[in-house]
């Protein structure tokens, strides 16, 4: 007689035997392929070895994620599919509760002291999740479901009731052994990209390290697995949508033969193999390095954008440029790959060569030969002071000055770029400095600031009405 103890409850009952048919467990399994998204999503293709089926015979399998969306669930290879249940009907405290409200229990106790249990019978009347209202000798009492005092006593384990989900197919049966393919999606899997930067002293060069994160959390074990990792954004579809279209993102991550190492482009997306099967847990978080470069050509410049209205403004602002990081995923910056989006956190050596954290940015999706800015914070040396130092309205809109000071407090001489973004059409009529129209509402100017010194930069513009 086997007993489980759950919280407060215990349940009494005959050895578990499975349902009349053929069952299938984890240790049938030929080959195990897990594709991961990003977003709560994942697919399996998952090959078990079956053995002659006889027609409208039913397979009982095991050891499926307990959150599969049933209705993508292809079984292949196992005859014409008939039927197919998913059994999701675990036992729990409260799913015992509930079974057995209006009928009879037990109760047990034991006395701290001397250690004697002690057994009523009672009927359970309700249960709110908190306490469960019985009847006992002619009394109605309430008993906490989570107290250390009585435990719950079940006489049997509900039918259907079990400690896993399962998943029970009919088929017009098979004549031999086979290897049968079972394919679904299923909540519970997720995987990001990190990044981690080392960016040298001299700001010009950084390594890149990209740790793909895995999660799982669909309730069971993933035991050497040929994990795929999708990159790209892949919508997923309203409900009365989601059949018909799932099937196809099926169809598309079907990869077991891609190589390892380079990603492997997938219609709009890009997909990754890991270079050697690996098990991933229920409930593991997992690392693993997908990325590599250890000499990226980079650029690090000074940003300060500021807005510009049509509009009487007193105010003085004094705010620090932005530091950005910027290379190109290219060949010459010894990269030319697509790169998932994630999080970067940069990191560089101080003068005794610790590394220190400098700050973090966001990659995003970055085909080959795109370019990744990544602005990781402030600059502490730098400083602008920008003021309104002029207003007019004209005939046809409103005409301002601008002046701002960029002060340099380090020794060395640096760039910063100062973007005006201007909220209606614009014309500059005299500047300081010469500019580009970096955009249709933005000027830009690029400007050189001596070391311990100051730049001054002045514009007039002209707003001009819509």
Same mark, same amino acid.
């Given at each position: 007689?086997?007993?489980?103890?759950?919280?407060?409850?215990?349940?009494?009952?005959?050895?578990?035997?499975?349902?009349? $048919?053929?069952?299938?467990?984890?240790?049938?399994?030929?080959?195990?392929?897990? &594709?991961?998204?990003?977003?709560?999503?994942?697919?399996?293709?998952?090959?078990?070895?079956?053995?002659?089926?006889?027609?409208?015979?039913?397979?009982?399998?095991?050891?499926?994620?307990?959150?599969?969306?049933?209705?993508?669930?292809?079984?292949?290879?196992?005859?014409?599919?008939?039927?197919?249940?998913?059994?999701?009907?675990?036992?729990?405290?409260?799913?015992?509760?509930?079974?057995?409200?209006?009928?009879?229990?037990?109760?047990?106790?034991?006395?701290?002291? &001397?250690?004697?249990? &002690?057994?009523?019978?009672?009927?359970?009347?309700?249960?709110? $999740?908190?306490?469960?209202?019985?009847?006992?000798? =002619?009394?109605?009492?309430?008993?906490?479901?989570?107290?250390?005092?009585?435990?719950?006593?079940?006489?049997?384990?509900?039918? =259907?009731?079990?400690?896993?989900?399962?998943?029970?197919?009919?088929?017009?049966?098979?004549?031999?052994?086979?290897?049968?393919?079972?394919?679904?999606?299923?909540?519970?899997?997720?995987?990001?990209?990190?990044?981690?930067?080392? +960016?040298?002293?001299?700001?010009?060069?950084?390594? +890149?390290?990209?740790?793909?994160?895995?999660?799982?959390?669909?309730?069971?074990?993933?035991?050497?697995?040929?994990?795929?990792?999708?990159?790209?954004?892949?919508?997923?579809?309203?409900?009365?949508? #989601?059949?018909?279209?799932?099937?196809?993102?099926?169809?598309?991550?079907?990869?077991?033969?891609?190589?390892?190492?380079?990603?492997?482009? +997938?219609?709009?997306?890009?997909?990754?193999?890991?270079?050697?099967?690996?098990?991933?847990?229920?409930?593991?978080?997992?690392?693993?390095?997908?990325?590599?470069?250890?000499?990226?050509?980079?650029?690090?410049?000074?940003?300060?954008?500021?807005?510009?209205?049509?509009?009487?403004?007193?105010?003085?602002?004094?705010?620090?440029?932005?530091?950005?990081?910027?290379?190109?995923?290219?060949?010459?910056?010894?990269?030319?790959?697509?790169?998932?989006? $994630?999080?970067?956190?940069?990191?560089? @050596?101080?003068?005794?060569?610790?590394?220190?954290?400098?700050?973090?940015? #966001?990659?995003?999706?970055?085909?080959?030969?795109?370019?990744?800015?990544?602005?990781?914070?402030?600059?502490?040396?730098?400083?602008?002071?920008?003021?309104?130092?002029?207003?007019?309205?004209?005939?046809?809109?409103?005409?301002?000055?601008?002046?701002?000071?960029?002060?340099?407090?380090?020794?060395?001489?640096?760039?910063?770029?100062?973007?005006?973004?201007?909220?209606?059409?614009?014309?500059?009529?005299?500047?300081?400095?010469?500019?580009?129209?970096?955009?249709? $509402?933005?000027?830009?100017?690029?400007?050189?600031?001596?070391?311990?010194?100051?730049?001054?930069?002045?514009?007039?513009?002209? +707003?001009?009405? @819509?």
């Amino acid at each position: 007689m086997h007993r489980f103890v759950t919280g407060v409850v215990t349940l009494l009952t005959p050895a578990l035997t499975l349902a009349a $048919g053929i069952s299938i467990d984890a240790s049938q399994q030929k080959s195990l392929t897990v &594709t991961l998204y990003n977003d709560n999503l994942g697919l399996v293709r998952d090959t078990r070895q079956l053995p002659a089926i006889p027609a409208g015979e039913s397979i009982s399998v095991q050891d499926v994620s307990h959150q599969m969306m049933s209705e993508t669930l292809r079984f292949e290879n196992a005859g014409e599919v008939l039927e197919q249940n998913l059994n999701t009907n675990l036992i729990s405290t409260q799913a015992l509760l509930q079974h057995y409200i209006g009928k009879n229990l037990q109760l047990a106790r034991t006395n701290p002291a &001397t250690g004697q249990e &002690t057994r009523v019978s009672a009927r359970l009347l309700s249960n709110d $999740g908190q306490l469960a209202t019985v009847e006992r000798d =002619g009394s109605i009492e309430s008993i906490p479901v989570n107290s250390n005092g009585w435990r719950f006593i079940f006489p049997a384990l509900p039918a =259907g009731m079990q400690s896993k989900p399962s998943l029970e197919i009919t088929t017009g049966g098979s004549k031999a052994n086979r290897e049968a393919i079972l394919t679904y999606l299923t909540r519970g899997l997720s995987w990001q990209m990190d990044y981690a930067m080392t +960016l040298n002293q001299q700001g010009n060069r950084l390594s +890149l390290d990209g740790l793909a994160t895995l999660n799982n959390q669909t309730g069971v074990d993933f035991n050497d697995s040929n994990i795929l990792l999708m990159a790209g954004q892949v919508n997923q579809p309203p409900e009365n949508l #989601r059949y018909k279209q799932e099937r196809g993102m099926m169809a598309m991550a079907m990869a077991d033969g891609m190589e390892s190492g380079q990603p492997q482009q +997938l219609q709009d997306y890009q997909l990754y193999k890991l270079p050697r099967t690996t098990s991933l847990k229920t409930g593991q978080t997992k690392q693993v390095n997908l990325i590599s470069s250890d000499r990226v050509n980079t650029e690090k410049t000074y940003r300060y954008r500021f807005p510009v209205y049509p509009g009487l403004d007193h105010n003085e602002y004094r705010e620090k440029p932005a530091i950005e990081l910027s290379f190109q995923n290219t060949a010459d910056s010894n990269l030319g790959f697509p790169l998932p989006a $994630g999080n970067a956190r940069v990191f560089s @050596p101080d003068n005794d060569n610790r590394l220190q954290f400098i700050g973090s940015a #966001r990659v995003e999706h970055t085909a080959a030969g795109e370019t990744v800015r990544l602005p990781i914070g402030k600059a502490f040396d730098l400083s602008i002071k920008r003021q309104q130092t002029d207003f007019e309205k004209v005939y046809n809109g409103h005409k301002m000055r601008q002046t701002l000071e960029v002060r340099n407090s380090r020794s060395t001489a640096t760039k910063v770029t100062l973007n005006a973004d201007f909220s209606q059409d614009w014309k500059i009529e005299d500047s300081s400095h010469t500019y580009t129209k970096s955009a249709a $509402g933005q000027a830009q100017w690029i400007v050189d600031v001596p070391g311990n010194g100051v730049t001054k930069v002045s514009f007039s513009v002209q +707003l001009l009405q @819509p």
